[in-house]
């Protein structure tokens, strides 16, 4: 009995001590320095997707991503930047264009989403037609109506730049690449991660309580939203018809990718993060508002063939909701602003990085 117990009073203080070491060696991984620059999940946020095994974030990679982000050198007529289409103050969304407006203001055809945990996402673009955070901005480069460039032509224009050879040199240890540049621009996006808004801090217990009326609003999504902008992130990553058309001439959505019919007018359940910010809505920009979004959930569903199940019903299509309902689902979705990200030093203009 009495070695027995001894044996287990062992055990149990190996157990505390083992327990200890893997909680400070856990946190030692997650957070080796507290630097700014170091990619965290948080906490009520599922795995991230990228593969950042190739391509570690470190401060030099990230500030020289900066300075590409928000550089027009990457356009043919050196006019638009990343940043032109995606604004900080809007979630790296497009607040000014309904569709959005490259070089010699040509208009391209789709609304700029916002650029906000994108480490956690698959598939990338309203059609999901980029498979790879990585290969993104070969799409905005080279597209005809947003940058017109070449790669090739912008390696060319890195490589004359004393500025731009001294920042891959700092970064990668060799002078600009196709590779290096694409790995610096996806390093500054992995560490725009969004998680910081009253939302966040309430269902991470951090002190914040939300109203009565928001709570509803959060109980009525979870109800009527949630099966597709799910979790967290608020969408499952799924490409989905929520009945904006009958039918889709102009765009037809992930179709597009997968020349399946069943894909026809199917468009990638976005993030609702910052919402509030990202007006206009949709893949076309054709709601300036969260009460016509929402109207069209309750009373502007149109059917076609490839709708949505869950926006169909005996009676009708789309979503039943009251007026008051409508209301504090939107009060809800206010919660999910993130002032502390629109603000973030880290992500704003890098005054004096590429003028040199
Ligand atoms: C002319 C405006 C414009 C410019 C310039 C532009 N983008 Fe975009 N961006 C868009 C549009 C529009 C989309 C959606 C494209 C689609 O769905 O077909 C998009 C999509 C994206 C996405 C995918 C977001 C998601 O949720 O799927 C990322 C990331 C992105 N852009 C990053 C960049 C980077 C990096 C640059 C600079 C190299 C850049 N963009 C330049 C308009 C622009
Ligand atoms: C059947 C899946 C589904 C359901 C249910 C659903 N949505 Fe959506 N939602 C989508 C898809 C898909 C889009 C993008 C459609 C497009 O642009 O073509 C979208 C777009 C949005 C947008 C625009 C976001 C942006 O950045 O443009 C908002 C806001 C939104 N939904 C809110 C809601 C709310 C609130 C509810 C519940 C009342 C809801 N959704 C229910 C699939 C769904």
Redesign the pocket.
């Given at each position: 009995m009495r070695t027995g117990y001894t044996f287990m009073r062992a055990f149990f203080l190996l157990f505390v001590i083992v327990g200890v070491l893997c909680i400070a060696c856990a946190e030692e991984a997650v957070d080796s320095n507290g630097s700014p620059y170091t990619f965290r999940k948080p906490a009520n946020f599922p795995e991230a997707a990228y593969t950042f095994e190739n391509n570690p974030v470190t401060q030099k990679g990230f500030e020289l991503g900066r300075a590409l982000f928000y550089d027009p050198i990457l356009s043919a007529d050196s006019t638009i930047a990343c940043a032109n289409c995606h604004q900080q103050a809007a979630a790296f969304?497009d607040p000014v264009h309904t569709l959005s407006r490259g070089v010699m203001d040509r208009s391209g055809t789709r609304?700029a989403?916002?650029i906000q945990n994108m480490a956690f996402q698959r598939l990338f673009f309203?059609d999901g037609g980029v498979k790879h955070l990585d290969f993104v901005p070969i799409n905005a480069i080279t597209s005809d109506v947003e940058m017109a460039e070449k790669i090739a032509h912008v390696v060319e224009k890195l490589q004359r730049n004393p500025s731009y050879v001294t920042k891959f040199n700092e970064a990668y240890q060799e002078p600009p690449s196709s590779q290096k540049m694409l790995y610096a621009l996806s390093q500054f996006m992995n560490l725009m991660v969004s998680a910081n808004s009253r939302y966040d801090h309430y269902v991470r217990k951090e002190g914040e309580s939300l109203t009565t009326a928001e709570l509803n609003g959060l109980q009525l999504?979870t109800s009527?939203?949630s099966?597709?902008?799910a979790t967290d992130l608020f969408t499952d990553g799924s490409?989905?018809?929520?009945g904006?058309d009958a039918t889709f001439e102009k765009d037809n959505?992930r179709e597009r990718i997968t020349e399946l019919a069943e894909d026809k007018g199917?468009?990638?359940?976005?993030s609702?993060r910052n919402?509030e910010l990202?007006d206009p809505?949709?893949?076309?920009g054709r709601f300036k508002t969260?009460e016509q979004?929402?109207d069209h959930?309750a009373t502007g569903v149109v059917n076609s063939e490839t709708l949505?199940l869950?926006?169909k019903r005996d009676e009708g299509f789309g979503?039943p909701?009251t007026i008051e309902e409508k209301a504090n689902?939107i009060l809800f979705?206010k919660t999910l602003t993130d002032r502390e990200f629109i603000l973030d030093k880290r992500f704003s203009f890098p005054a004096n990085s590429f003028t040199k």
């Open positions: 969304a609304n989403p916002a309203w999504f009527k939203c099966s597709c902008h490409f989905r018809n929520n904006l959505g199917k468009f990638k359940v976005p609702l919402v990202t809505y949709m893949h076309d969260l979004v929402l959930y949505d869950i926006l979503i909701l689902i979705l």
